[in-house]
């Protein structure tokens, strides 16, 4: 199995990388991890004459940032950085939480979590949490900068809306407002494969530990991730007194996954309502531990 | 790196500085080559398997500047620069064993040895990460590797003597230095 040929562009700068990006375009692709890429080549499944390698940008692609809004990451950290990184973890736990189901950590230590955002795999973690959390993505090119909100990002299943002279630079992953708490979960065949239905929650209570909202995101249902509102649900009602097993079963009728392979429908769906029960409770409950300045 | 024409066989060759187990090594290649590949075809590195090559078994695994990586799912040119260590480069400088390899040996961690030297890096890099892990923690670092013969008992106990030989070896070295 070996890639079809190409020519290889090791730009040393940004500007750089967007000046052959824009000059061969339809025919170009952006090499990062190369942890989805290069399997995928090797598959001819893609054949791009152009391969743009921006391994080598780390000076203006590296960077992380946390502070009290959230976390911005640039498109050469890696999804191992991105989960050790502990201001992330206290910042934004969704994160962390979910970023320890992606593959296994030798992929991790290699694949971008920018260049999972820009892979839009319907079955990839970190395009479910962008969403969850309204985040965004920064793409740059010769043409100028602009700013895509996460759920403009997704356009169909392994399909950004990226123009072909675009490169991701950085991704932003807010923090939720207020009393939060999340979880993050998912069932596989065997640990570290992609999952057969997974889901992520974000739970903000008030002081008298009533809902002020609930959104679910789920992992391998949707060709692009959807935010399922559950806040009219449960909104004014003390987290103890909701009925999760419920809300599973309002999630599993609002749900069309399809079924394949790896899963029928009705399984996801059986899947879906079971992670939506277990974890709203989870976030809930860890939204009542933590107080504002110091969650986990 | 620099780029060579080919025309006669139409395809992009680069010359590559890599450091392999400590040495420097220049190499020209094509550039759809991965590292794997590079290591065993133009290297000779043959210590380095290759399995399923995409991914997926871990028998390529080898170290990056000391982190496991997949080195079917890496081109050699972007590791021009970097520290390559493979199965080669893991016995001590007196040439024993190392800890990890040592540990393969005394719990029958190998049967075929087809996956040994992915196991071998990601274990040593493991160890040097966690040097005490718990057997939940020896058993998740080797989660993404395949083996379709000698049965995860035995990997996953060498894995936790790997751990003890690599402390006993630290206070060997201290008391030796001590004396
Ligand atoms: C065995 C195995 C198991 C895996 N399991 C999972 C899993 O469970 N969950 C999961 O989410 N992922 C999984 N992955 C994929 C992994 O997360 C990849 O790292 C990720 O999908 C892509 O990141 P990358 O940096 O490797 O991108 P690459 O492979 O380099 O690129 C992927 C695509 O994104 C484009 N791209 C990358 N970066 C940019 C950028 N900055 N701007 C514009 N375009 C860009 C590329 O052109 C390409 O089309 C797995 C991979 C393997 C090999
Ligand atoms: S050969 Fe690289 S992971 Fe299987
Ligand atoms: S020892 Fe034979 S495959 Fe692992």
Redesign the pocket.
């Given at each position: 199995m070996k890639t079809p040929k190409f020519t290889y562009h090791a730009p040393r700068t940004v500007a750089e990388a967007l000046d052959v990006l824009a000059e061969h375009s339809t025919d170009a692709k952006v090499l990062a991890g190369g942890q989805s890429l290069v399997p995928v080549m090797a598959m001819r499944l893609a054949s791009p004459a152009h391969l743009v390698d921006i391994n080598r940008l780390t000076d203006e692609l590296s960077a992380l940032e946390v502070d009290d809004a959230g976390v911005r990451i640039g498109a050469l950290v890696r999804h191992a950085r991105l989960e050790r990184d502990e201001a992330a973890a206290a910042r934004v736990p969704l994160v962390g939480q979910a970023l320890r189901h992606v593959a296994h950590p030798t992929i991790r230590n290699r694949g971008t979590t920018v260049g999972s955002l820009a892979h839009a795999d319907p079955s990839a973690e970190m395009p479910t949490v962008l969403a969850l959390l309204g985040g965004h993505v920064v793409a740059r090119s010769v043409r100028g900068e602009r700013t895509i909100d996460a759920a403009d990002f997704f356009v169909g299943p392994m399909e950004s809306c990226l123009g072909y002279d675009e490169l991701a630079v950085s991704a932003w992953f807010p923090a939720p407002e207020g009393r939060f708490g999340t979880a993050f979960d998912e069932i596989c065949r065997r640990h570290g494969d992609y999952a057969m239905c997974g889901a992520g929650v974000v739970a903000v209570l008030d002081e008298a530990e009533q809902y002020v909202s609930l959104k679910l995101s789920l992992v391998s249902v949707n060709d692009v991730p959807e935010v399922l509102d559950l806040t009219e649900v449960v909104r004014g009602t003390a987290y103890d007194e909701v009925d999760h097993a419920a809300l599973g079963d309002w999630v599993r009728d609002r749900i069309d996954p399809p079924g394949d392979l790896h899963a029928s429908a009705d399984f996801r769906r059986h899947l879906a309502s079971v992670l939506t029960k277990r974890l709203t409770r989870e976030a809930a409950a860890r939204a009542i531990t933590t107080t504002e300045g110091a969650r986990a | 790196m620099t780029s060579t024409d080919h025309t006669d066989v139409g395809e992009q060759h680069l010359e590559v500085r890599l450091r392999v187990n400590g040495m420097p090594r220049r190499v020209e290649l094509p550039v759809r080559r991965t590292l794997?590949d590079a290591l065993r075809q133009d290297l000779g590195l043959t210590g380095t398997h290759?399995?399923?090559?995409?991914?997926?078994?871990?028998?390529?695994?080898v170290l990056l500047d000391g982190e496991p990586v997949?080195?079917?799912?890496m081109l050699a040119v972007s590791a021009e620069d970097h520290d390559v260590t493979t199965v080669e480069g893991l016995t001590e400088p007196d040439g024993r064993l190392s800890p990890t390899q040592q540990a393969f040996v005394d719990c029958h961690g190998l049967q075929c040895g087809f996956c040994t030297p992915g196991f071998l890096t990601t274990v040593s890099a493991f160890i040097e990460e966690n040097p005490d892990p718990t057997p939940e923690e020896a058993r998740e670092a080797v989660g993404g590797n395949l083996c379709r013969c000698t049965g995860y008992q035995n990997i996953v106990a060498s894995v936790l003597r790997a751990a003890e030989i690599q402390k006993e070896r630290a206070t060997e070295s201290t008391e030796g230095s001590d004396a």
């Open positions: - | 794997c290759v399995g399923c090559e995409h991914g997926v078994c871990g028998a390529c695994t997949r080195s079917c799912l």
